[in-house]
């Protein structure tokens, strides 16, 4: 048992669970941005189902660093590389990790076949009923082709911070699903608190942009904290999620954040709390890029 604390693991590039996501989008769209016939149509599962497309055990992790040697020997779980139209996720109680490969994309793609389209980076030529609606889906996958890694980063520190913590993961999952909270519900228990700004969601988010910053070491100073945020799709779906709630929670959660990146000397000198204007020129950015594709 060790005692709860928010902490930076030492969790290092998960290169084997980078290759096997990596070797199935490449499966699905090549390097040129042609994609595969056969496998989007093999792909197209029902949207209630979901298809484990890989299989990989922590104990192939546990070499990598003391924090995943420790996880493993204290909860060993299973990462599951998966087609589905769920979010990538940690669940304690099935002692599973799943990165989804999501399955609107791979619908869109179809769609796009369908009409003509061979290349990802030629979507933008077509137009047909919907076109709109199926070009978030290929910007869904670009964004998922362009950020597994942060989202396996993501999700294997909540493993971490399970296993060294004597499961109070899992033990908040039992408690909730044992009285049938609701998400918001769920939120009460903690003074009112947005789950995304719970400190197991905070350290998750932590790690996420500390790989940012491994990215970036030679202008991470120049570096501000709506760059960060932008970066990555979980970091502006929390954003968007908060700000619906209110000014408040939104600028809540940067505070959080720039605290606890203080605080684990991950601050850059461009970092500081953003004002209105600022976190408005944000959600607009945002509500932009869901507006339209963006390949690159």
Same mark, same amino acid.
Request: charged share 25%; proline share 2%.
């Given at each position: 048992?060790?005692?709860?604390?928010?902490?930076? %693991?030492? +969790?290092?590039t998960?290169?084997?669970?980078?290759?096997?996501?990596?070797?199935?989008?490449?499966?699905?769209?090549?390097?040129?941005?042609?994609?595969?016939k056969?496998?989007?149509?093999?792909?197209?599962?029902p949207?209630?189902?979901?298809?484990?497309?890989?299989?990989?055990?922590?104990?192939?992790?546990?070499?990598?660093?003391?924090?995943?040697?420790?996880?493993?020997?204290?909860?060993?779980?299973?990462?599951?590389?998966?087609?589905?139209?769920?979010?990538?996720?940690?669940?304690?109680?099935?002692?599973?990790?799943? +990165?989804?490969?999501?399955?609107?994309?791979?619908y869109?793609?179809?769609?796009?076949?369908?009409?003509?389209?061979?290349?990802?980076?030629?979507?933008?030529?077509?137009?047909?009923?919907?076109?709109?609606?199926?070009?978030?889906?290929?910007?869904?996958?670009?964004?998922f082709?362009?950020?597994?890694?942060?989202?396996?980063?993501h999700?294997?520190?909540?493993w971490?911070?399970?296993?060294?913590?004597?499961?109070?993961?899992?033990?908040?999952?039992?408690?909730?699903?044992?009285?049938?909270?609701?998400k918001?519900?769920?939120d009460?228990l903690?003074?009112?608190?947005?789950?995304?700004?719970?400190?197991?969601? +905070?350290?998750?988010?932590i790690?996420?942009?500390?790989?940012?910053?491994?990215?970036?070491i030679?202008?991470?100073?120049?570096?501000?904290?709506?760059?960060?945020?932008?970066?990555?799709?979980?970091?502006?779906?929390? %954003?968007?999620?908060?700000?619906?709630?209110?000014? %408040?929670?939104?600028?809540q959660?940067?505070?959080?954040?720039l605290?606890?990146l203080?605080?684990?000397?991950?601050?850059?000198?461009?970092?500081?709390?953003?004002?209105?204007?600022?976190?408005?020129?944000?959600?607009?950015?945002?509500?932009?890029?869901?507006?339209?594709?963006?390949?690159?």
């Amino acid at each position: 048992m060790y005692i709860l604390q928010e902490k930076l %693991f030492d +969790i290092p590039t998960i290169n084997l669970v980078q290759k096997e996501v990596y070797s199935i989008l490449s499966s699905i769209v090549d390097k040129n941005g042609n994609i595969n016939k056969k496998t989007v149509e093999r792909y197209c599962i029902p949207y209630s189902e979901e298809k484990v497309l890989k299989t990989i055990h922590s104990s192939k992790l546990k070499k990598l660093s003391n924090d995943l040697f420790i996880a493993n020997k204290e909860k060993p779980i299973k990462i599951n590389i998966t087609l589905s139209a769920n979010t990538n996720t940690y669940f304690p109680t099935k002692k599973e990790i799943r +990165i989804s490969i999501p399955l609107p994309a791979i619908y869109a793609l179809n769609t796009y076949i369908k009409n003509g389209c061979s290349n990802i980076f030629e979507v933008n030529k077509f137009h047909f009923r919907n076109s709109r609606k199926w070009k978030k889906g290929i910007t869904q996958f670009k964004d998922f082709a362009n950020e597994y890694e942060n989202a396996i980063i993501h999700e294997v520190s909540h493993w971490v911070d399970d296993a060294l913590h004597n499961s109070f993961f899992e033990k908040l999952k039992v408690f909730a699903d044992q009285i049938r909270l609701s998400k918001e519900e769920f939120d009460l228990l903690y003074a009112n608190t947005p789950m995304d700004s719970m400190f197991f969601e +905070i350290n998750a988010q932590i790690h996420v942009i500390e790989n940012l910053r491994k990215k970036n070491i030679g202008k991470w100073d120049s570096i501000t904290m709506e760059d960060a945020i932008l970066s990555h799709s979980g970091l502006r779906a929390v %954003f968007s999620s908060l700000y619906k709630s209110g000014f %408040f929670l939104v600028n809540q959660w940067i505070q959080i954040l720039l605290k606890r990146l203080s605080r684990e000397g991950l601050l850059s000198a461009s970092m500081q709390t953003l004002n209105q204007y600022e976190i408005q020129r944000m959600l607009k950015y945002i509500t932009i890029r869901e507006e339209r594709t963006i390949i690159v």
